[in-house]
């Protein structure tokens, strides 16, 4: 059985519902899962599995709610020893090189600090998908079985 941290970074709210429909397929699984939306580096240490759902603003930029977690993360790094992470980004790849740039931020970050990737990071476009939560929920599935 598996315990889901679900770092969510949102401005719209488009990835904290796709996070809310990831948290109830999770636990219809038998698994658990919490959505964390104003985490800090405590949260993180104490994730057994840090699942990380984050749109992209501006130019590739986080969400303002994942803006300082990720400095302080960047600052304390703690090790991750191998602990199992995945990221699903949204974007929208009409903004070219800072397509999903959230999303492969923490995704580096999380390599950096020696987690271990479950799976390559999900890119979902916003251009190719109206419900971006089928994609990452058959997605975080496909991980958790």
């Not at 397929?25 to 599995?49: C, K, L, Q």
């Not at 999903?100 to 990071?121: F, H, I, N, S, T």
Request: contains cysteine; charged residues 20%.
């Amino acid at each position: 059985m598996a315990n889901l941290s679900i770092f969510v970074g949102s401005v719209y709210g488009n990835a904290q519902h796709v996070a809310e429909e990831v948290k109830k397929h999770v636990e219809g699984m038998s698994h658990t899962a919490t959505i964390v939306d104003d985490p800090t580096v405590d949260d993180f240490r104490n994730s057994e599995f840090p699942l990380f759902i984050t749109s992209t603003t501006g130019q590739g930029d986080l969400p303002p709610n994942l803006e300082f977690f990720f400095m302080d993360l960047r600052d304390a790094f703690p090790l991750m020893e191998q602990k199992p992470f995945a990221v699903a980004a949204l974007g929208d790849s009409s903004y070219g090189d800072t397509y999903c740039g959230a999303g492969r931020q923490v995704y580096e970050l999380l390599e950096e600090l020696q987690g271990k990737a479950v799976a390559p990071m999900l890119e979902v476009d916003a251009i190719e998908t109206l419900e971006p939560e089928t994609e990452v929920v058959s997605w975080v599935s496909k991980i958790l079985s």
